[in-house]
């Protein structure tokens, strides 16, 4: 499974942006870079997934370097309920989700 | 987007009873769910895969005995824990996967918090 490296934790003040470092050296060229997060208690929820180009939803944005060796998920603005812990997975095709540490966002009022 | 419920969201039992836990996808026809399991302050790890009318494929390490799975349907997959102990208790969670043009993504469900006593 591929890997990926992110700060264990990280804080961020509300309505302030936030960006999310992922570190994936070992990145294939087919290898889709996904994001999801854990709210506590809950099931992952899906982010944002990008393969090259930067992507945009209603949720963040995805910035993805232009060697895909790392990748920044980009809150524009955090609210208290954005409070989590953020997963950046690589997935090439039809293969699994392997889900790292994470990173714990800590959004302060 | 895609939903997945889970059903029941919590239960307790008794050391030796088994427990079922389903997973449904409400929106969309899943031919693949996954099984996760998540200790406190640790992250998701897979069990198995679970594949529409076929056999699960466990993750080393899983005893497929004691964790029976069965997807019978494409918006269906149960996860049987059998003679449960107090060390299964844990919060499982299970996924479902969805093609979107050239790539899957999975939804995944609430979560399913098991205590056994």
């Known amino acids: 499974d591929a890997k990926t490296t992110q700060p264990n934790s990280m804080e961020s003040n509300e309505e302030e942006p936030v960006h999310l470092p992922c570190n994936h050296s070992?990145?294939?060229?087919?290898?889709?870079i996904h994001w999801y997060r854990q709210l506590p208690s809950q099931g992952p929820e899906y982010v944002i997934h990008g393969l090259t180009s930067n992507v945009n939803n209603r949720m963040a944005s995805l910035a993805i370097a232009e060697d895909r060796k790392s990748s920044t998920l980009i809150l524009h603005r955090a609210t208290l309920r954005d409070a989590a812990v953020y997963y950046c997975i690589l997935q090439g095709g039809s293969e699994k989700l392997v889900f790292g540490k994470g990173t714990k966002l800590t959004v302060n009022p | 987007g895609a939903v997945v419920s889970q059903h029941p969201s919590r239960v307790i039992c008794k050391s030796g009873t088994s427990v079922k836990i389903e997973c449904r996808s409400l929106?969309?026809?899943?031919?693949?769910m996954f099984w996760y399991r998540q200790f406190p302050k640790k992250s998701l790890m897979l069990m198995a895969t679970?594949?529409?009318?076929?056999?699960?494929?466990?993750e080393q390490g899983v005893e497929k005995d004691k964790f029976l799975i069965n997807h019978a349907s494409l918006t269906l997959s149960t996860l049987t824990v059998t003679s449960a102990h107090p060390e299964d208790s844990s919060f499982y969670i299970c996924?479902?996967?969805?093609?979107?043009?050239?790539?899957?993504?999975?939804?995944f469900g609430p979560g399913t918090r098991l205590l056994v006593l």
């Open positions: 996924s479902a996967r969805v093609a979107r043009g050239v790539q899957e993504t999975q939804y």
């Open positions: 070992t990145i294939s060229g087919t290898d889709y």
């Open positions: 679970s594949n529409e009318g076929s056999k699960a494929t466990y």
């Open positions: 929106d969309f026809q899943a031919t693949t």
